[in-house]
């Protein structure tokens, strides 16, 4: 038996079962594929705040030295400028999914987690634990069991789970594949829709995609009609490249070949006793805008340090209501994006109008930092009160002066611990017996403090910094309310 089960090996499941393995929990994964490697990738790259949560466990560097950065995010209709947001990593990251999976599979490795190979067919709860059925017939026993399995989630649909949202509209296929007759390369608008066509080795100069003029031809392409619910076929791909391009350039030779829509659902619940979800499990949406694999290890990220609180006793399983209470609304938010993106790329002149409208729109300064907050994920907030404006958003990367030399905010988030941060006079606040939990950081900063979107905020005297990076309490040189923020979220004092 182990303390929890993540269903799923994809970027949130391997996210995941590392925060886990940080916080000294009894991980495994259990994952359908034979083996790790995944074959195409449908998705790739992050924006800025995933990488932030990648740098706060001293990962980011993995990912940065096989990725294409690029100084903007991408809406689907255009590009747009992040290079002036406060941040240490102001641009979006360009790298494969596979190669995404590898990397932090490395990781969860160096950690020591498990992965078992097999299919999750069902489980049964109680008040104790959980026992998860695999298809081969072996049982698997945890004390809680994370879904996050995708889009067709086994583990929520037999938690009874529902999937509220809006059918699918549009549909297109992507895939790799072999050509008898060079396409042009890029991406353009036809009567039925968007179609591209690419290679997988590629670099960004001067924010513009530049190809590699050898491998196999990735495509991706609009469908005429939304496409059944299954597995597509190359006559499938031939057909609607024939509609959007009048040839489907002697296509053949398929690496792989997959279907995606703009269905936008999310789950009614995060949580269902000790069944949680994370990722596509929880939420599935338009790939417009690129934030699906960012929305997942977010969720793992604020789901991993609640659930290894509770799976060793120093937190109440209340803890757990937080996650759905962050991370459904802020998935909601990010859904609702997607599906006003993807809205705007059909081929309709009304839609073109107000795609010409949004441009003009996003020329401006205000609605471009706006959009670009949203899309990065770098203004996202958590309801924890009214306070300073930093309560409930990302704490900043500052670059500290302590004792022992400088020192940076993330740098404290390596080993995935809570940090008091005191940057007012020495000594005004202290964890006392929430000490074992909580690291307490003396340290100057002497910089602006801004926030992306909403800009200059008031310095603070000192700081809750959660695992996940997220500010749970702020002082004004006083320790008024720092007690009740360290019971809230790491447990009784003992």
């Given at each position: 038996m182990?303390d929890?089960?993540?269903a799923?090996?994809?970027p949130t499941g391997?996210?995941?079962?590392?925060e886990l393995?940080?916080?000294?929990?009894?991980?495994?994964?259990?994952?359908r594929?034979p083996?790790?490697?995944?074959?195409g990738s449908?998705?790739?790259?992050?924006h800025?705040?995933t990488?932030?949560?990648?740098?706060q466990?001293?990962?980011?560097?993995r990912?940065l030295?096989?990725?294409?950065?690029?100084?903007a995010?991408?809406?689907g209709?255009?590009?747009?400028?992040?290079?002036d947001?406060p941040t240490?990593?102001?641009?979006t990251?360009?790298?494969?999914?596979?190669?995404i999976?590898?990397i932090l599979?490395?990781?969860?490795d160096?950690?020591?987690v498990p992965?078992?190979?097999?299919?999750?067919?069902?489980?049964?709860?109680?008040?104790?634990?959980?026992?998860?059925?695999?298809?081969?017939?072996?049982?698997?026993?945890?004390?809680?069991?994370?879904?996050a399995?995708?889009?067709?989630?086994v583990?929520?649909?037999?938690?009874?789970?529902e999937f509220p949202g809006?059918?699918?509209?549009t549909?297109?296929?992507?895939?790799e594949?072999?050509?008898a007759?060079e396409?042009?390369l890029?991406?353009r608008?036809?009567?039925?829709?968007?179609v591209a066509?690419g290679?997988?080795?590629?670099e960004?100069?001067d924010?513009?995609v530049?190809?590699?003029?050898?491998?196999?031809?990735g495509?991706?392409?609009?469908?005429?009609?939304?496409?059944?619910?299954?597995?597509?076929?190359?006559?499938?791909?031939?057909?609607?490249l024939i509609?959007?391009?009048?040839?489907?350039y002697?296509i053949?030779?398929?690496?792989?070949i997959?279907?995606f829509?703009?269905?936008?659902r999310?789950?009614?619940?995060?949580?269902?006793?000790r069944?949680l979800?994370?990722?596509?499990?929880?939420?599935v949406h338009?790939?417009?805008?690129?934030?699906g694999i960012?929305?997942?290890?977010?969720?793992?990220?604020?789901l991993?340090?609640?659930?290894?609180q509770?799976?060793?006793?120093?937190s109440?399983e209340?803890?757990?209501d937080?996650?759905?209470?962050?991370?459904?609304?802020?998935?909601a938010?990010a859904?609702?994006?997607?599906?006003?993106?993807s809205?705007?790329?059909?081929?309709?002149?009304r839609?073109e109008?107000v795609?010409?409208?949004?441009?003009e729109?996003?020329?401006?300064?205000?609605?471009?930092?706006?959009?670009a907050g949203?899309?990065?994920?770098?203004?996202?907030?958590?309801d924890?009160?009214?306070?300073?404006p930093?309560?409930?958003?990302?704490?900043?990367?500052?670059?500290?002066?302590?004792?022992?030399?400088?020192?940076r905010v993330?740098?404290?988030l390596?080993r995935?611990r809570?940090v008091?941060?005191?940057?007012?006079?020495?000594?005004?606040?202290?964890?006392?017996p929430?000490?074992?939990?909580?690291q307490?950081?003396?340290?100057?900063?002497?910089g602006?403090?801004?926030?992306p979107?909403?800009?200059?905020?008031r310095p603070p005297?000192?700081?809750?910094?959660?695992?996940?990076?997220?500010?749970a309490?702020?002082g004004?040189?006083?320790?008024?309310?720092?007690?009740?923020?360290?019971?809230?979220?790491f447990?009784?004092?003992?």
């Amino acid at each position: 038996m182990v303390d929890v089960l993540v269903a799923g090996g994809g970027p949130t499941g391997l996210m995941l079962a590392g925060e886990l393995a940080l916080a000294g929990v009894d991980v495994a994964i259990v994952e359908r594929r034979p083996t790790q490697q995944l074959v195409g990738s449908r998705a790739g790259g992050f924006h800025a705040r995933t990488i932030e949560l990648l740098d706060q466990r001293g990962i980011a560097d993995r990912f940065l030295a096989e990725g294409q950065v690029a100084r903007a995010a991408g809406t689907g209709n255009r590009m747009l400028d992040v290079s002036d947001f406060p941040t240490r990593h102001p641009y979006t990251l360009g790298l494969w999914q596979k190669h995404i999976e590898r990397i932090l599979a490395g990781w969860v490795d160096e950690l020591g987690v498990p992965i078992h190979r097999g299919e999750v067919t069902g489980f049964d709860q109680d008040d104790t634990g959980v026992v998860v059925h695999l298809a081969d017939g072996d049982l698997l026993r945890a004390a809680y069991l994370v879904g996050a399995d995708g889009g067709r989630s086994v583990v929520r649909r037999a938690a009874g789970i529902e999937f509220p949202g809006a059918e699918a509209t549009t549909s297109s296929l992507i895939a790799e594949v072999a050509v008898a007759e060079e396409p042009e390369l890029g991406t353009r608008r036809t009567p039925s829709g968007l179609v591209a066509f690419g290679r997988s080795e590629y670099e960004i100069r001067d924010g513009e995609v530049v190809y590699a003029d050898r491998g196999p031809v990735g495509v991706m392409v609009t469908e005429p009609h939304v496409g059944p619910n299954s597995d597509p076929t190359l006559r499938d791909l031939s057909d609607a490249l024939i509609a959007a391009c009048g040839t489907d350039y002697g296509i053949h030779d398929p690496t792989w070949i997959s279907r995606f829509t703009d269905a936008t659902r999310q789950a009614a619940t995060y949580r269902s006793g000790r069944v949680l979800l994370a990722g596509d499990a929880a939420h599935v949406h338009s790939p417009s805008g690129g934030q699906g694999i960012g929305l997942g290890i977010q969720d793992a990220v604020n789901l991993g340090w609640k659930l290894a609180q509770v799976v060793r006793g120093v937190s109440p399983e209340t803890l757990l209501d937080t996650y759905h209470a962050e991370r459904h609304p802020a998935g909601a938010r990010a859904l609702r994006q997607t599906m006003a993106m993807s809205a705007l790329q059909r081929p309709d002149p009304r839609i073109e109008a107000v795609r010409d409208l949004m441009t003009e729109l996003m020329d401006m300064d205000e609605p471009r930092r706006h959009v670009a907050g949203l899309l990065s994920g770098l203004d996202v907030r958590y309801d924890l009160g009214a306070g300073h404006p930093l309560l409930g958003r990302r704490m900043p990367d500052l670059d500290l002066v302590t004792a022992d030399g400088p020192l940076r905010v993330f740098t404290l988030l390596h080993r995935a611990r809570p940090v008091l941060l005191d940057l007012g006079t020495p000594g005004s606040v202290d964890p006392g017996p929430w000490r074992d939990r909580v690291q307490l950081v003396t340290a100057a900063y002497d910089g602006a403090w801004e926030l992306p979107v909403i800009g200059a905020v008031r310095p603070p005297a000192a700081v809750v910094i959660r695992p996940d990076g997220h500010v749970a309490w702020v002082g004004d040189g006083t320790s008024s309310g720092l007690e009740d923020a360290l019971t809230t979220w790491f447990g009784r004092a003992r």
